[in-house]
């Protein structure tokens, strides 16, 4: 497909659809620029010197990428610009960037459905700078060709994030928690004591467009990993059997019944999770590792533990490990813009500030001199893995049709939290099965 077939294609789809990818973090508008008119770039590098436009998928990273891009220009004098989309705009902005004449030279390709649809403008990263810095090839997406599109930039994981101290006030202890039947019990009992606690179980799981994906995405999670049944995809399959529907529906029912929020004020959102968590309203929040810094100040013994839902033997469960997080460079800007953007690539996750800096926001790059993590999310995945859990596969990546087929999800999830029917539990069900059949096929002929 040619360039300009593709940027109306998809910018067709992006006007017809809400993107819902699984962002991470807030924001209402992007961040940096004005991303739907004029040229990015700080007006662009010389010919020598080329110039660098990062479009950043992560809007809890903007202030820092805005800081970097500034030292990085006044250090080398190369014209850096980061623009970060808002939260579930990522593909609507990128399709709008990408048409101008100035467009990223940065940008994000996290799944094989990005491949598929942005591969062709990314450049083979084989043998370049910024991949001989990495120390792991476990997080690289290549396309049918064998050509390195992207390469991963942070590891994340996610699940439930506890504040163990609310815990222990309840009269509880994390000891009881290693199964479904353990956090059910512990999690029951926090809310029918909350009046006199003061705190409840669970923050808010609103379905709005900045929290829904913590369900859609992070949580529809588990019934896929569990669906591979021991093996790993490694494409998109074109049908799911939803054998594990019943153990989303133990955790999501714990979650939205046991929760600050009544499951049916949850549709248009509001609640900042967050900052219930963070404020101790609630002992429990469903989020990732990318949350660390911004939770450590305010519950410094906050820790991780696994979607327990009710599978036998998930007591030896670990936690949801991978990234959506993979740099691409755009193959169609000039040679100058490409050198000075994998320049400033090597630049992010080898100098020790840069690194440092980067590492203290995202928790692990994977590249040789980055510094070591001190993120206390990514430690309990580590020690989980060390104690023989298993690691759940980020298998959510390869939802077809993402926004589409989680916009069917969110509106199954709100007729069922206004009413817990069996009936509307269904629907939910044939929008989370039938749904993946359909936009498979929508996608895939």
Not at 36 to 59: C, D, H, I, Q
Not at 186 to 214: K, Q, Y
Not at 316 to 343: F, P, R, Y
Request: net charge negative; hydrophobic share 35%; aromatic share 10%.
């Amino acid at each position: 497909m040619s360039k300009t077939k593709k940027i109306l294609a998809l910018a067709l789809s992006a006007v017809m659809t809400l993107s819902l990818l699984a962002g991470c973090g807030g924001g209402d508008k992007p961040s940096g620029s004005n991303p739907s008119g004029g040229n990015a770039g700080n007006g662009g590098g010389s010919s020598e010197t080329g110039r660098v436009y990062w479009l950043n998928f992560k809007p809890e990273l903007d202030e820092t990428a805005q800081d970097l891009a500034k030292a990085y220009t006044d250090k080398t004098g190369v014209p850096v610009q980061v623009i970060t989309a808002a939260s579930g705009t990522y593909q609507q902005t990128l399709t709008a960037e990408m048409d101008k004449s100035a467009p990223p030279t940065l940008f994000v390709i996290g799944n094989s459905a990005g491949v598929a649809d942005w591969g062709e403008y990314a450049m083979d990263l084989t043998g370049t700078a910024i991949a001989n810095e990495l120390n792991t090839d476990a997080y690289n997406l290549y396309d049918d060709a064998g050509r390195l599109v992207s390469i991963g930039y942070c590891y994340e994981c996610y699940g439930i994030i506890v504040n163990p101290d609310l815990v222990t006030k309840a009269g509880h202890s994390m000891d009881e928690i290693t199964n479904f039947d353990g956090l059910k019990k512990v999690v029951e009992d926090i809310h029918a004591n909350a009046a006199t606690l003061g705190f409840d179980a669970f923050t808010s799981c609103d379905m709005d467009d900045s929290s829904s994906w913590r369900f859609t995405g992070h949580m529809a999670n588990l019934e896929y990993y569990y669906e591979q049944e021991g093996t790993t995809w490694t494409e998109c399959p074109a049908t799911i059997s939803g054998k594990y529907m019943d153990n989303f529906k133990n955790l999501y029912d714990l979650c939205i019944n046991n929760s600050l929020t009544a499951p049916t004020d949850l549709a248009t959102g509001g609640h900042d999770a967050g900052q219930e968590f963070k404020d101790g309203k609630a002992a429990f929040t469903v989020q990732g590792s990318w949350e660390y810094a911004n939770y450590v100040s305010s519950v410094p013994n906050a820790t991780m533990i696994p979607y327990y839902c009710g599978v036998a033997g998930e007591e030896k469960a670990g936690l949801n490990c991978g990234t959506e997080n993979c740099w691409a460079v755009n193959t169609n800007v000039s040679e100058a813009d490409q050198k000075a953007t994998i320049d400033f690539m090597v630049w992010l996750v080898s100098d020790p500030d840069a690194a440092g800096k980067m590492v203290e926001q995202l928790g692990v790059l994977p590249y040789k001199n980055a510094p070591e993590s001190a993120n206390g999310f990514l430690a309990d995945a580590a020690e989980y893995t060390a104690n023989g859990c298993y690691v759940m596969n980020w298998a959510t990546n390869y939802q077809p049709n993402v926004d589409e087929y989680r916009r069917g999800l969110v509106a199954a999830l709100n007729q069922y939290n206004a009413d817990q029917s069996a009936a509307n539990w269904e629907q939910f069900r044939t929008a989370f099965v039938d749904g993946w059949a359909t936009q498979y096929a929508a996608v895939n002929g």
